[in-house]
C-alpha cells in the first residue's frame, strides 16, 4: 500500500467484532499479538474472540517508504493473506480491501482499510450509530486479472453482508429487550 505523499489514516477491521485498530503512522513496525510477561503487542488481539489460534507474536505490519508489508514471524498456526499462507518471515505489501486472517479458517480476520468514518445518524430510541463502510479502489484493481477483480470484489461483499446480519441480529435482539 503506497502512500501518495499525503498522510492517511489505515486500520485493521475485525471483522467479527466490527472492531478497528490504527495503524499509527509513526511506526515503522506494528507487532500483532497477545501479551506475555513484558511484551505487549501494538495490537493486542487476547480479548476478541479465537485468540488462541493467534500467537503471542503472531505477525508483524513493516512499513518501508509509506508501502505496509505484512509479515508473519514464526507463528504457531500461520498467517493467511486473501486466504494465501504465508511463508515465516517472508514481506507481502498489502493493499487496500486485502484480508488477513490469523491462524486458519475465519476465526480472526482483519481487512486492511483506510480509517473508516461513522456516519451521524440521527438520535433513535436504540441510540446506535451506522457505520459506513467505504471501499476505494485504486489504479492497481484496475490492472489486475478479471479472476483477481472477481475474488477481491466477492470478498468484499461477503464481509460486507456479514456485517449486516451481525448488525440486524444486534438490532432485533434489542428489539425483543
Known sequence: MQNS???QTLELFHVQTDTSFALLP????IRIGKPKNQFVGDINVSDLPNANFVSRLHAEIQIEKNIYYLVDVGSSNGTF????????????PLKLGDKIDLGP???VTFLFLREQKVAPEP?????NPATVIQFQFGETYTKAPLKDGLDKFFRVVESILNYAWRSLKKFFKKLRH
Not at 123 to 127: A, G, H, M, R, V
Open 105 to 107: 479458517g475465519t476465526k
Open 123 to 127: 438520535p433513535t430510541s436504540l441510540n
Open 5 to 7: 505523499g499525503r498522510l
Open 81 to 92: 493473506l486473501n486466504n494465501m499462507r504465508l511463508d515465516p518471515n517472508k514481506r507481502y
Open 26 to 29: 509513526n511506526l515503522t513496525t
